[in-house]
């Protein structure tokens, strides 16, 4: 049997895909094997092993996070619901993502999640953020509560109900919490704090 191209790229996609469901540690070159219908040496030969495969996921992931913003750049109007509706048309990705966050103990996965997090910020996201709250902190600023809200809606996020609708609850829970706790006198006081060594 000849080894092809698309082969590969078979490999890539549904390992993209079991990597998104089932996370790293539960990658099978058995199972992928069965379902793409391709044979353990076509793996060992486009791949040689795991890690380097893992590799490539990692750069399948960073490519159609940058599609996403682009589109998020050139069609998402507001952050309610803009967002979110964009955000529901790529399950698979935010499976992916959670996987990363799930996994963040693992350099690599935690640098891929950092980083595409920031690219989408960059890209519109904060900038909605920002206008969605009436927020007008610095950028760093912003973009650190930006994070600590992702952070907060990643460890929450059902993989089993990316409906925009739900996505958004979730959003609107957390910065509702946040926002309360911006205007408590405990907040007030910890900006009037300065930080003991």
């Known amino acids: 049997m000849s080894v092809t191209h698309g082969s590969k790229q078979k490999w890539i996609e549904k390992g993209y895909e079991h990597f998104a469901f089932f996370g790293p540690k539960n990658l099978s070159i058995n199972k992928l ?3 793409i219908g391709s044979s353990r040496a076509s793996f060992y030969h486009h791949f040689g092993d795991i890690e380097i495969f893992i590799i490539k ?3 399948m992931h960073w490519k159609v996070h940058q599609q996403f913003c682009t589109r998020g750049a050139r069609e998402c109007k507001n952050f309610f619901p803009g967002l979110y509706l964009i955000l529901e048309q790529y399950p698979i990705p935010l499976k992916f ?24 910020a960059r890209a519109f996201i904060l ?3 920002s206008e969605q709250f009436g927020l007008h902190f ?3 600023d912003t973009y650190n509560l930006w994070l600590t ?3 907060s809606w990643y460890s929450r996020l059902d993989p089993n109900n ?3 609708v739900k996505m958004q609850q979730l959003a609107e829970e957390i910065m509702n919490s946040v926002l309360r706790f911006m205007s408590s006198n405990l907040y007030s006081k910890m900006q009037r ?5």
Request: net charge positive; hydrophobic share 35%.
């Open 149 to 151: 809200v992702g952070e």
């Open 193 to 197: 704090t300065p930080l003991q060594n």
């Open 138 to 140: 610095a950028y760093e």
């Open 97 to 120: 993502s959670k996987q990363l966050f799930i996994n963040r103990n693992n350099p690599a996965y935690n640098y891929l999640f950092v980083k595409t997090y920031n690219a989408s």
């Open 162 to 164: 990316l409906s925009a």
């Open 57 to 59: 996921l990692l750069d």
């Open 127 to 129: 900038k909605l953020f």
């Open 33 to 35: 094997s069965k379902e």
